[in-house]
């Protein structure tokens, strides 16, 4: 129960930091304001989620969990942010088909990653 409850947190934190920085860095600095959110924001989730464990990713087990995060979060975002409706769900699908296409070419990445480096990412020593 408490890996479910650590999954739902920090895929809810993703998703948040997400929607709360990113337009407000994109609205104050432009495309190099996106750039910059995208490293930082996605990188420190990454982090969190990922290398500390907040998020069970059980062994060999693939399962895209910031990307649904980040995809559940526009929802969320749009239909609040324009009043609920048929419309704002429509507004919030570009982003969603981003936020998948994304998922599936850092699911490719990762995938060449381990086809070719099979030692990445694991912890030295132990």
């Known amino acids: 129960m408490s890996r479910r409850l650590g999954t739902?947190?920090?895929?809810?934190?993703c998703g948040a930091v997400v929607?709360?920085?990113w337009p407000e860095m994109w609205k104050s600095y432009g495309i190099f304001g996106g750039w910059m959110t995208a490293a930082v924001v996605i990188s420190i989730c990454?982090?969190?989620n990922h290398w500390l464990g907040v998020i069970d990713n059980p062994e060999g087990k693939l399962w895209v969990d910031q990307g649904w995060a980040v995809g559940a979060a526009g929802i969320a975002w749009a239909?609040?942010?324009w009043q609920g409706g048929i419309d704002a769900f429509a507004a919030c699908?570009?982003?969603l088909g981003c936020c998948l296409i994304g998922g599936a070419l850092g699911g490719v990445f990762a995938y060449q990653v381990k086809k070719h480096l099979p030692g990445a990412g694991k912890p030295k020593g132990g």
């Open 93 to 95: 699908l570009p982003t």
């Open 79 to 81: 239909m609040v942010r």
């Open 19 to 21: 929607f709360s920085v």
């Open 8 to 13: 739902l947190t920090g895929a809810a934190i």
């Open 46 to 48: 990454w982090y969190m």
